[in-house]
T-cell receptor
Framework: GDSVTQMEGPVTLSEEAFLTINCTYTATGYPSLFWYVQYPGEGLQLLLKATKADDKGSNKGFEATYRKETTSFHLEKGSVQVSDSAVYFCAQGAGNNRKLIWGLGTSLAVNP | GAGVSQSPSNKVTEKGKDVELRCDPISGHTALYWYRQSLGQGLEFLIYFQGNSAPDKSGLPSDRFSAERTGGSVSTLTIQRTQQEDSAVYLC?????????????FGDGTRLSIL
């Protein structure tokens, strides 16, 4: 069945380091892909999305490109900040994009 | 404006009891979703409501779980005869319309603990 696999955490980086969080998916069609973020003490919120192959989603300095050939949607940021410390979830749309299938989440801690 | 509101924020109950979890979506959002997040696992889709259409119940894990959405607004998730494996954080989300091209806005969740 459809699934999402993302790299296990926790990931610990120093401020201004480069970030990559890997995400791959399995799907029968071409789902929309998402990254959600949960900051400490807050609810889940959409970070970025891509709806078709080769689309690049971007927000707050984060980027992810929908790669159909590798079924991936890796999250990247060139220079992380302490305020980026959070749990990041990769997800795909399913059921005609009416519901989301989630990865397990990757915890990121950025140290000053 | 107000976000998605869930209540209670925490619920502790004994095995075998029934529980009701409430979700008040963002005003004007026609789509409402329930998810469950168990310890060490990702979010698991439970049920989806879109307007007046029949809900998508395909994620409900057993017939002890049910949900309703009255008047197209507030939703209640009911778990009957709770079991310890029901312990999880139950998240509600709403979106302006169905289909995931609309971002889902999440509440803070209800943390359910079954003793």
């Amino acid at each position: 069945g459809d699934s999402v696999t993302q790299m296990e955490g926790p990931v610990t980086l120093s401020e201004e380091a480069f970030l990559t969080i890997n995400c791959t998916y399995t799907a029968t069609g071409y789902p929309s892909l998402f990254w959600y973020v949960q900051y400490p003490g807050e609810g889940l919120q959409l970070l970025l999305k891509a709806t078709k192959a080769d689309d690049k989603g971007s927000n707050k300095g984060f980027e992810a490109t929908y790669r159909k050939e590798t079924t991936s949607f890796h999250l990247e940021k060139g220079s992380v900040q302490v305020s980026d410390s959070a749990v990041y979830f990769c997800a795909q749309g399913a059921g005609n994009n009416r519901k989301l299938i989630w990865g397990l989440g990757t915890s990121l801690a950025v140290n000053p | 404006g107000a976000g998605v509101s869930q209540s209670p924020s925490n619920k502790v109950t004994e095995k075998g009891k029934d529980v009701e979890l409430r979700c008040d979506p963002i005003s004007g959002h026609t789509a409402l979703y329930w998810y469950r997040q168990s310890l060490g696992q990702g979010l698991e889709f439970l049920i989806y409501f879109q307007g007046n259409s029949a809900p998508d119940k395909s994620g409900l894990p057993s017939d002890r779980f049910s949900a309703e959405r009255t008047g197209g607004s507030v939703s209640t998730l009911t778990i009957q005869r709770t079991q310890q494996e029901d312990s999880a954080v139950y998240l509600c989300a709403s979106s302006l319309a169905g289909g995931t091209n609309q971002p889902q806005h999440f509440g803070d969740g209800t943390r359910l603990s079954i003793l």
